[in-house]
């Protein structure tokens, strides 16, 4: 056999094995790749949010001394900013109840026919409970509404002016409320809230000789920062 015939043969055995080699591959049974599955990110129900709140009474007064009502007689509720601190749990995406916990003082000074009277002083202890519904179709917007119930509970009620007595009973009121959340990721965002609480506790000033009903009725706008777990 000469040198180009070998290299012929070779060359012939090298084809034939070549094309043995790719019918053996057509005739294996396909394998496809499954898709891999999205990462799903894990949902968590709790949130808190940190507040400044503005509080605005609506106060408006009815009493009397000494049984007899006291004509033109009003009261006048100082404004108060404080701290506040509200935990939310999601129930679902949609339906939330919130906690909102904070403290504010004021004073109570005479107005009307009692203009010029210094009454007392007092702090407020309101947790409110909230049930919410939140809008999730708007992106990084997530506003939200809600309408709850309170009990505020007065505390270190101070007399004034020459009154030696000045007592808030503990009541229960409820609230309405408005607000929205902007988150910039996953977990931090902007808040704003406003509510609004209707509130009337009975008042005693001087051992029950002037008494009566102080309707109180606040504003609360807040706004904070907001952290989803």
Same mark, same amino acid.
């Given at each position: 056999?000469?040198?180009r015939?070998t290299?012929?043969s070779?060359?012939?055995a090298?084809?034939?094995?070549?094309?043995?080699?790719?019918?053996?591959?057509?005739?294996l049974p396909?394998?496809?790749?499954?898709?891999?599955?999205?990462v799903?990110?894990?949902?968590?129900?709790?949130?808190?949010?940190?507040?400044?709140?503005?509080?605005?009474?609506q106060?408006?007064? %009815?009493?009397n @001394?000494?049984g007899?009502?006291?004509?033109?007689?009003?009261?006048? @509720?100082?404004n108060?900013?404080?701290?506040?601190l509200?935990?939310?749990?999601?129930?679902?995406?949609?339906?939330?109840?919130?906690?909102?916990?904070?403290?504010?003082?004021?004073? *109570?000074?005479g107005?009307?026919s009692?203009a010029?009277a210094?009454?007392?002083s007092?702090?407020?202890? +309101?947790p409110?409970?909230?049930?919410?519904?939140?809008f999730?179709?708007?992106?990084?917007?997530? +506003?939200?509404?809600?309408? !709850?119930?309170?009990?505020?509970?007065?505390?270190?009620?101070k007399?004034?002016?020459?009154?030696?007595?000045?007592?808030?009973?503990? %009541?229960?009121?409820?609230?309405?409320?408005? !607000?929205f959340?902007?988150? @910039?990721?996953?977990?931090w965002?902007?808040?704003?809230?406003?509510?609004k609480?209707?509130?009337? +506790?009975?008042?005693? *000033?001087?051992n029950?000789l002037?008494? !009566?009903?102080?309707k109180i009725?606040?504003?609360?706008?807040?706004? !904070?920062?907001?952290?989803?777990?």
């Open positions: 056999m000469t040198f015939s290299i012929l070779l060359a012939a090298l084809l034939g094995a070549t094309a043995l080699t790719g019918a053996q591959a057509a005739d396909s394998t496809k790749v499954a898709p891999i599955a999205p799903m990110t894990q949902w968590s129900p709790w949130m808190i949010r940190g507040r400044a709140l503005f509080v605005i009474p106060e408006k007064a %009815s009493l @001394i000494g007899a009502p006291i004509v033109g007689g009003k009261v006048d @509720i100082s108060s900013v404080v701290p506040e509200d935990i939310t749990y999601f129930f679902t995406q949609n339906i939330a109840a919130e906690l909102v916990l904070g403290v504010t003082p004021h004073n *109570v000074k107005a009307g009692l010029g210094r009454i007392g007092a702090w407020l202890l +309101p409110t409970l909230m049930l919410q519904y939140h999730t179709d708007l992106g990084a917007f997530k +506003p939200y509404v809600g309408a !709850g119930v309170n009990y505020t509970v007065f505390f270190n009620e007399a004034k002016g020459g009154f030696t007595d000045f007592d808030l009973k503990d %009541s229960f009121g409820f609230a309405l409320q408005a !607000g959340d902007y988150m @910039i990721d996953r977990h965002g902007f808040n704003f809230d406003v509510k609480r209707f509130l009337e +506790p009975k008042v005693k *000033v001087n029950g002037v008494a !009566g009903k102080v009725d606040p504003w609360l706008i807040a706004a !904070g920062v907001t952290y989803r777990f």
